[in-house]
């Protein structure tokens, strides 16, 4: 048989909305968080506490009263209280299995929360005041006050860097291990309390109280200690609220109807209170009531796991709902850098005599774009790297002023750079631009790359094509993004005629060209106008206007305490790539709550079929042709269904904090696969779930 | 089933296929305020009332308003009813010298609640208790406005979908007046004066006495029945003139009329699914919701049908043909008139409780058990299957929501409808609309099941409530079931087998619609308020598609798992036991 070989996609696996779970992820049953959350089920059980979910506190209402029935059958010295004594003890592990759940979800955050809170020492801090170091407890330490951070010491809060340069190890929040650099000025200069300065020193002005910091909020974040519930988990609980209220009516009312039936009839007799609790605890929905606050828990979680942090369960459910992704261009669509792509001669140069200047310009060059033009010229041109030392090289590096950079070298002056910043160069020099400058120049652009002219003294030789390249897999994803209806719009600082060629190449919907910080958010403002729901990323503090403005706003960590605090969420590996997995989790937390909603109520028809035949048996025997599933008693055709009820929530646990599986397609097919699966599914899976429950409660002689 | 039944239901459904789209269009334009090819004649009516009333034709209603208004406005018309009823004695055109004492209190009360809640529940037989003003001016007037007012709350339902970011929908006492003016007056009259050639009586006389062919002496009634039968049937109301309703020669003599009658019934609310499609900008939105209507309808009248033409076992017993033959129809005749059949019974009292109507040619509690079943759970599904004007479809709109709440979660996304979003506001609203009327009908059947009176006792003869029923055990339990579903779906008909016109009734009944009518109505209302002041979120690949097949299924499928999952229990020990039994030959 033809083994098919699958190519494994590189460093990031980009045609995959939901990546595997990360390093940071943990077992789903790790024996420690499952000890703990037993443990906190049975704490749980304090009514006071349960008073929040209407559902299960029905249910342990249900078991509270059939346990007192018990007792009192008990001390009345009661016989056949067996069938009593089981229905209870489902009835109780019903309200356990879903505190379980609940506990389960909690239980992995507090995990995490806890080695967060472990990293977090009352560290020494180095209060300036007026120059002199003054020695205080971090704690002590408030907004504006400003503080010497030095090697080895721990950055007492949150704060910018208002003077020096310094490595710093961010690993405690990051995860990651390479120091990064912190600086005052620019968009670099944000630190965070709990990191470690590695080398050099910083002064920082605090910007956080104690108990405010980031590290403080991504510990109670964690924790879920701030969980509040979001609108779409509010309505939920409004429905499942109302249909419990609907089927406490529907089986309060069957006590005078069955009255009535029996009093009629004059044979058999009224289903006892147990029986009717049980039913009650069968029809209300359980299954989604004991999970849906794990789901939302598991949610948040699994966004965590992608070392991203949301400040909201709402800005979870937000990204699952966004209709415009505004994606940066450089780093998200394309690869950070530009490469050398081809050497195009001007005027009357070689392209020999281009390719030796272009490499002889870059060999100091330390940027990437830099080392791409050595690069491409050894691969074309066989130009082997040269040792410039025996020579008498001056190099002149890249300035914002000049927009040039090169060497001077035996002589010849080589400059690569802007195209104006060329010509205004070889004019300077004495020499004229050839007549195929600007068409050359235009013609890059317009292919989307950028054209880097070169020149030696007062003579132009070319260009060097400058290529923006985007992202393996890229254009396939912005196509399962357009299949989930969601539109994606490059923003770029590139001019229109580079940014449609590279808008074109990667597929996004829309692009906005020399955008401004107030250009993108006013382009926010509009899409939201209109309705849409806007979703971006952003690092720097002009990004904050719009950050705070987008419906999700994923800050990169690298970026500026102004953005982190603008958005709703902070990427931790600060990969702006990332918004699309974060759009990828929203959607698949809404699903599993709808999956499990709609296979909660499905369930209900088979336990009718099980449980109101079995109580009017006595009255009407022939009730038996509803007994589709041909369940054994009475008795145990009740017990079947109140143990099918409180073992599904168990075995669903996995689901609601794994989420359902997600596809990325339209709304149409997920909605007919969903459907099929969880609607239809729901219907029909009780039916043998409760059939074989059933046969066991025989075989082992229980009923 | 014979084929010619089969053909008798399908054409009537092919003449309402036709119909919809003209009907829908019609109303569009009216409610919009646009000129119609009417409007030379009837627009300078319309003005003048508002120039009467003080309308400003032109300032819309908050939601609260609006249901402010609708309450007024029926509380009003409650009270007139009431007055008239009581006063009759004193009032003309009474030539049978009716009093007060045919309308006792509670009987005026019930009566009043019923007609004003586009109910017509009847604990009373017109011809022995209402005088001729009062049928008209009182009963037919209510037939009219209780009819404009479930329309009105549908157009609300609708703009709250249709508008965007706006606080009013609508004026209330605009829509009333469009409604009667342009819809309701026209085509009554016209009906009317059809059904009048084809020998429904109108005519102020006096009752007649006749010598029967026998040689018998009899008295019979006479009445403007014409006048009140075409709005009888087109505004869902379905009060008859007389105790017999439609199963009555002078108020629906042959088998054309009934067709007639049924396809009034059905006229608007199926029109509106078109106009709701037409207003909120995508008449596939109205044609899904027409399909899901359709697909309950079919299924419920051949389910009915068959169990008729079916028969009963006990009768095949005996030896009664049961099998239609030229000569005879077989099947289960009883309480059916010969001149209709079984199929045009079982079309009847299909679209008649589909429809909150409650119009009926032939006597529900004859039905075999699981002819008996269709009826009462189309009534209890709060009768969306196109419904009363208005009423079945922004009653179908609210499990739309919660259809698309539900399900509308799998695809990832907060749910939508017509580009809203479904957010809490609008789940309690359609939740609190579902409790309310599932707790009216079963904690009042309960309590009618097993309650007990002392001698002496205001409310009923002493000794139980069931000493009404006319039947035990299951059939007996259906026939009180179908009084207060009947009730609270503001539907009307009787299954009859109860003696219902007992003060405990009376007034329990009454309750019931109005509970079943403002209890759905205001969160509606409040509901409809919320979303137009939504923004509308644009269609993409994202959004849940509600027009297609699977919407369909989706919505059918949320009416009938609501419906069954809250009524399961009490409809097994009724008429799902009663039909097992009948297979073992037993009966109630």
Known sequence: MPVSTVSTPQTEDLTSLLPGRRGQARPLFDPQILGRAAAEAVRKLN?????????????????????????????????????????????????????????????????????LRKTKSDAVAKKLIGGRVELVASSQLRKGDIALVEA????????????GIATVDESVITGESAPVIRESGGDRSAVTGGTRVLSDWIRIRITSNPGETFLDRMIALVEGAQRQKTPNEIALNILIAGLTLIFLLAVVSLVPFAQYTVGDIHTGTVPGVTVLVALLVC??????????????????????????????????EAAGDVNTLLLDKTGTITMGNRQAVEFIPAGSASEWELADAAQLSSLADETPEGRSVVVLAKEKYQLRGRSLSEHDATFVPFSAYTRMSGVDLDGRRLRKGASDSIAAFVMDQGGTVPADFSGISERISRSGGTPLAVADRASVLGFIHLKDIVKGGMKERIGQLRAMGIRSVMITGDNPLTAAAIAAEAGVDDFLAQATPKDKLEYIRREQAEGRLVAMTGDGTNDAPALAQADVGLAMNTGTMAA????????????PTKLIEVVAIGKQLLITRGALTTFSIAND???????????????????????????????????????????????????????????????ASLLRRNLLLYGVGGLIVPFPGIWMIDRLLVLLGLV | MTTIGILQILLFFAAILLVTKPAGAFMTVVFDGRRTWLHPVLRPLETAVYKLSGVREDVGQKWNQYAGALLSFSFFSFLILYILQRVQGVLPFNPQGFTAAQVPPDLAFNTAASFMTNTNWQAYSGESTLSYLVQAAGLAVQNFASAAAGIAVALAVIRGFALRQTKTIGNFWVDLTRCTIYVLLPASLVAALWLCSQGVIQNWKPYQPVTTVEGAKQVIPQGPVASQEAIKELGTNGGGFFNANSSHPYENPTPATTYVEVFLIFLIPAGLTYTFGQMVGDTRQGWAIFAAMSVLFLAGVFAAYSAEQRGNPI???????????????????????????????ALFAIVTTDASCGAVNSMHDSYTPIGGLVPIFNILTNEVIFGGVGAGLYGMLLFAILAVFIAGLMVGRTPEYIGKKIEPKEVKMAMLALIGTAALVLLLSAAASVSHFEKGSYFNPPGPTTANRTNSGPHGLS???????????????????????????????????????????IPLLAAAGSLAAKRKVPESAGTFPTHGPLFVTLITGTVVIVGALTFFPVLCLGPVVEQFLMNQLRVF
Not at chain 1, 82 to 97: A, E, I, K, S
Request: with cysteine; charged share 10%; net charge neutral.
């Open chain 1, 605 to 667: 028809v088979a336990k009718y079929f099980a449980i109101i035949p079995a109580m009017f048996m006595t009255t009407f025997p022939v009730l038996a042709k509803l007994n589709i599933m041909g369940l054994a008693t009475p008795q145990s055709a009740v017990l079947a269904a109140v143990i099918f009820n409180a073992l599904i929530i168990i075995v669903l646990v996995p689901l609601a904090l794994r989420g359902v599986r997600y596809r990325p397609s339209t709304a």
């Open chain 1, 152 to 163: 080895c010491d721990i950055i007492p809060g949150d704060g910018d860097v208002i003077e």
């Open chain 2, 315 to 345: 009768l095949a017993q005996l030896g009664v043909q049961q099998s239609p033959s030229a000569s005879q129809p077989g099947g289960n005749m009883e309480g059916k008139e010969v001149r209709f059949g079984i199929a045009q019974s």
């Open chain 1, 564 to 575: 982190k605090e603008a958005g709703n969420m902070v990427d931790l590996d600060s990969n």
């Open chain 1, 283 to 316: 029809l209300i929905p359980t299954t989604i009531g004991g999970l849906l606050s794990a789901i939302g828990i598991a949610g948040m979680d699994r966004v965590m796991q992608h070392n991203v942090l949301a400040m909201s369960g709402r800005a979870v």
């Open chain 2, 479 to 521: 026939e009180i079931l179908y009084a207060y579903a009947s009730g609270t779906g503001n539907n009307g008909s009787a299954f009859a087998g109860l003696n219902a016109n007992t003060p405990w009734y009376n007034l329990t009944i009454g309750l019931a619609t109005l509970g079943g009518r403002f209890l759905i109505i």
């Open chain 1, 47 to 115: 009514p006071l506490t349960l008073a929040k979910n209407p559902v299960i506190f029905v249910v342990e209402a249900g078991a509270a009263f059939t346990t007192c029935l018990l007792l009192r059958g008990a001390a009345s010295g009661g016989s056949g209280l067996g069938f009593t004594v089981q229905v209870t003890l489902w009835l109780w592990f019903t309200v356990l299995f879903a505190n379980f759940a609940e506990a389960m979800a909690e239980a992995r955050g507090k995990a995490q929360a806890e080695s």
